[in-house]
Each structure stands twice: as structure tokens, then as C-alpha cells.
């Protein structure tokens, strides 16, 4: 998906994809994980989520990457956190506290950025890209994170020809596919959220499903 397209999306505030809270599901299944404090956890594609400081809450050093320039100016502002900036090869990092968010694109890392990644946290990444690039997304980018590391997935199910993505129906049948290689996948919970979600109504969508998955990366 062109970059453009993102950027527009930023300028003119068309964010549906925001929440205002933590996600619930995150709260919820996190623990699950058992990440000792002070783990490094890697959030892409992270926007301005109130997810990065439910997670540096709960004692983890955030590693968040994000194409958007005004995603993250919005976040340190809405925090009144003022971050530290340099530049490097990935882009240009803010860190304030234990919140690092690089500016840049998430297929420039490399393993050497993503060494100390105890964790990797999507929410909104996955569901996000299209079918080609979630394919590079998994077998590319999650390939770089160590052996060890553990995750927590979050997607949506929907029958894909009532709605144009993103965000994107991503079935569990592809999950697999996708992460099978180098992941060990259990499903967590799977919900109908449809009646919580008015726009996907209003586009005719006739079922919604959120799928909670739990990742393990394989020695």
C-alpha cells in the first residue's frame, strides 16, 4: 500500500482505526505472555495508541514504529512528553521515558534494531496490509525477531467481499499460513464484535469477528 495513502489519512484525521483507551483485548490477554519487567516490546505500524503507555506501565520498554510524522508528534503531545531525537539508518527516534517510536518505515529494520525484542504487540499492523505485504510482513519483518520472543496478535474476520480494507478481513486460516513457519500460534479468544462497531454496519458488513492470538517464536 503506497505510504501516501497513510499520510492522508493522517493529515486529514480520517483515524477510525484510534482508540481513545487501551484496548481491552490487550488488558485482558497480555499477561498471558509472562514478560519479566523490563522487556523490550515492539509495536509496528503504532499511530498514536494509548496501547504504548498501557505497556510501559506495566514495567516494558516500548519500541513502536511509525510511518506517520504527525502520528507521532500527536502522541507526545497528547502525553505532554517532550522526546529526545536523533536520527539513524530506520529513521528519526523519539524516546521519552521508556517510549521509543521510530519515524520511518517498518520494512527498513533490521535484526540488529530488534535484537532485545522480548515481545512483539499488533493490534492494528497485520489487518492493516494488504495480502502481498502481509506476506513480507511475516515472513520478512517477524523473521528478524529473536528466537524466544512471544507475541500477541489481534485480527478481524469479515466476509471480505462486503468491505474494502483496511482494516483488512485476515482469517485464521492465513494466520497460520503466514506465521507457521517460524511461530507457534494458539488462539485466544474469538468474539463477534459487530454490534459494537456502527461504521462496518453502515458499509453493509454482516458479521465481525475479533480473533485474540498468542505467538511463540520457534528455536
Not at 64 to 90: I, K, M, N, W
Not at 119 to 140: F, Q, S
Request: charged share 25%.
Amino acid at each position: 500500500m503506497d505510504p501516501d495513502f497513510w499520510h492522508q489519512r493522517w493529515r486529514e484525521g480520517r483515524i477510525g482505526f484510534h482508540q481513545d483507551m487501551p484496548t481491552p483485548l490487550l488488558l485482558e490477554h497480555w499477561p498471558a505472555l509472562e514478560l519479566v519487567s523490563g522487556s523490550q516490546v515492539f509495536v509496528p505500524l503504532a499511530g498514536k495508541s494509548q496501547d504504548l503507555v498501557w505497556l510501559a506501565a506495566q514495567g516494558h520498554r516500548v519500541l513502536g514504529v511509525e510511518l506517520s510524522p504527525l502520528a507521532v508528534a500527536q502522541f507526545f503531545a497528547e502525553h505532554g512528553l517532550t522526546p529526545q531525537v536523533h536520527d539513524s539508518r530506520y529513521g528519526r527516534h523519539y524516546r521519552a521515558g521508556e517510549i521509543e517510536l521510530i519515524c520511518g518505515d517498518v520494512f527498513s529494520l533490521d535484526a540488529d534494531v530488534l535484537a532485545d525484542c522480548a515481545a512483539v504487540y499488533d493490534r492494528a499492523a497485520l489487518i492493516a496490509l494488504p495480502p502481498p505485504l502481509r506476506r513480507g510482513y511475516v515472513g520478512e519483518l517477524h523473521a528478524l525477531l529473536p528466537v524466544g520472543c512471544r507475541g500477541l496478535l489481534i485480527t478481524l474476520e469479515y466476509p471480505p467481499h462486503e468491505k474494502q480494507g483496511p482494516p483488512f478481513d485476515v482469517p485464521e486460516a492465513e494466520v497460520r499460513e503466514l506465521y507457521d513457519r517460524d511461530w507457534r500460534v494458539e488462539t485466544l479468544e474469538r468474539s463477534d464484535i459487530l454490534a459494537q462497531q456502527p461504521g462496518f454496519v453502515a458499509e453493509g458488513v454482516s458479521a465481525l469477528e475479533t480473533v485474540v492470538y498468542q505467538l511463540s517464536r520457534k528455536a
